[in-house]
């Protein structure tokens, strides 16, 4: 398997806070990577670094070979390799959901709706949302908004998904449906990075669990080694609370 | 066994015959109404009653509440009054178009676009500190001072071009409060997806804020409405000046009372459409 995604020392700091504090992680092709940890130890940070939503201050990202983290490179081209799914959905609300899935390969790519609309219809078919093409974001559940969302970093063929907390801000009975969506992605050997906090998820699915704490990947590894006989204390005292 | 017998008994009452509840709130509503009702006419009444009995109603009434002045005043005041919606018609959409413009200018980060930026801030700052009628002046005589030939000597012309400087710059404040109530993780959605600066703000940004600031926006185009009569100052024989034509014709001040009722006419509808949009915005943010 050859390494998409490569993170080293990775810093970040938000005024005096520091996020990141040298982070090392590699993620192969066709893998799916969890990131586990308390709230504020750096995950969501992470994953904005590594779309470059957030400019690292020292360390570097390579995808494929080539660094990204370069200072004044041109992220765009980056981030349509790399899509991203936000906890809070962040749908367009003034758009339906089919025009928020084409909106990015319009503009970006200069595709037109005609071209689009028979993968666009696909994808929404794919994860159960094959009615819902024409709705508002507001006339859909926490559930399907996230449907859309995915669909709508997909559209633009990514090579890496990130996801971020994607289901915490779900009711409980919504949470499994978008389960479901990633269970599929993982299927179709999509590369994924996710900050989750569902660890019976991460347990099933994951190659490879990292936790992170403080700012730092205190602890990674397969999911039953992880899981079952975690090294370090503090993995130790964060499992016990959360499983 | 007997817990359920009681609920049973309450869902029973509730189809049926009103809930303690309900009979104590119906009786609450009687109440603040009958209050409610008294308190306004007693107010009514004194006005009624108080008013004619100042030593000086007689004149007041004969010279602003003419009858046979304002029927032989008001059909021309009408007349007058098509020229201010004309005056209006024509400047709306250029406020429109350039508070947008200046609102964009105000928003651009890039360096190069700086003075476009610094042009932007000086617009608002210069033009929100100034009274509209000195900005009706200075434009108004000052620009066909400059001898231009007909019709660029109009005062039409430049007296809409300074309600159109003035008006530009509040409405580019509004719209750039709009901007900034779009919060910055629908910028970051639009970033993560690869789109640039520019459509992120023109298809996901601004249609947005534009739509946030509608309610805001009405308010201001009353205020138009309204100030447009300043216009009368430098030439253009709307209502206001009309109005005042007729005082002097008439030597009665009817006339101005006519003008004020069109203008209501007019506006209060407005101000409760606008105030509706606002309500219903902030429901919906609820």
Not at chain 2, 142 to 154: D, E, I
Request: hydrophobic share 45%.
């Amino acid at each position: 398997m050859t390494t998409k995604l490569s993170l080293r020392g990775v810093r970040k700091r938000f005024g005096d806070h520091e996020v990141c504090k040298g982070i090392d992680l590699d993620v192969a092709e066709g893998e799916m990577v969890c990131l586990i940890g308390a709230s504020g130890s750096g995950k969501s940070t992470l994953l904005r670094c590594m779309n470059l939503l957030e400019p690292i201050d020292d360390g570097a990202i390579w995808l494929d070979g080539v660094d990204i983290s370069e200072p004044g490179l041109d992220p765009q081209p980056v981030r349509q390799q790399i899509g991203i799914v936000f906890q809070s959905y962040n749908l367009f609300p003034h758009m339906t959901a089919a025009e928020n899935v084409m909106l990015a390969p319009r503009r970006v790519r200069g595709l037109n709706r005609q071209d689009l609309l028979p993968r666009v219809t696909q994808l929404f078919a794919r994860f159960g949302l094959g009615e819902r093409m024409g709705h508002y974001p507001d006339q859909l559940s926490g559930g399907q908004q996230q449907r859309v969302a995915i669909i709508r970093a997909l559209a633009m063929e990514p090579q890496i998904m990130l996801f971020d907390e994607i289901t915490s801000a779900l009711d409980p009975e919504l949470v499994g449906e978008v389960l479901d969506v990633l269970r599929d992605l993982r299927q179709q050997g999509m590369t994924m990075v996710l900050a989750t906090h569902e660890m019976g998820f991460a347990r099933e699915l994951a190659d490879k669990v990292c936790f992170l704490d403080a700012g730092r990947i205190l602890e990674q590894g397969p999911p039953e080694v992880l899981f079952a006989a975690p090294q370090e204390e503090r993995t130790k005292a964060f499992l016990a609370r959360v499983l | 066994m007997s817990e359920t017998s009681v609920q049973n008994k309450a869902t029973e009452r509730s189809s049926s015959a009103p809930t303690r509840r309900e009979v104590y709130e119906a009786g609450i509503r009687r109440r603040s109404n009958r209050i409610a009702l008294t308190s306004t006419a007693i107010v009514v009444l004194a006005i009624v009653v108080l008013v004619p009995l100042a030593p000086g109603w007689d004149a007041v009434q004969r010279a602003f509440f003419n009858g046979r002045v304002f029927a032989a005043t008001f059909p021309g005041l009408l007349e007058a009054f098509l020229l201010n919606v004309m005056i209006f018609a024509w400047s709306a959409p250029l406020i429109a178009i350039t508070g947008l413009a200046i609102a964009l200018c105000r928003d651009t980060r890039a360096p190069a676009l700086f003075p476009l930026r610094l042009f932007g801030i000086a617009y608002t700052d210069v033009f929100r500190g100034l009274p509209v009628v000195l900005v009706i002046y200075i434009i108004g005589f000052g620009v066909p001072g400059l001898g231009l030939p007909r019709p660029w000597n109009s005062p039409y012309i430049w007296g809409t071009l300074a309600l159109v400087l003035v008006y530009s710059a509040y409405v580019a404040e509004v719209i750039r409060s709009g901007i900034d109530s779009i919060h910055q993780s629908q910028r970051s959605a639009a970033a993560s997806l690869g789109l640039s600066d520019q459509d992120t703000m023109r298809f996901v940004v601004l249609p947005q804020a534009v739509r946030n600031v509608v309610p805001a926006n009405m308010n201001l185009f009353i205020a138009l409405q309204k100030d447009v009569a300043l216009l009368s100052f430098i030439g253009p024989v709307e209502i206001f000046r009309q109005a005042g034509v007729y005082k002097s014709l008439y030597a009665n001040f009817t006339p101005y009372v006519g003008a004020a009722l069109i203008f209501l006419a007019l506006t209060i509808p407005a101000t409760r459409y606008a105030d509706y949009l606002m309500n219903k915005q902030n429901r919906a943010r609820t």
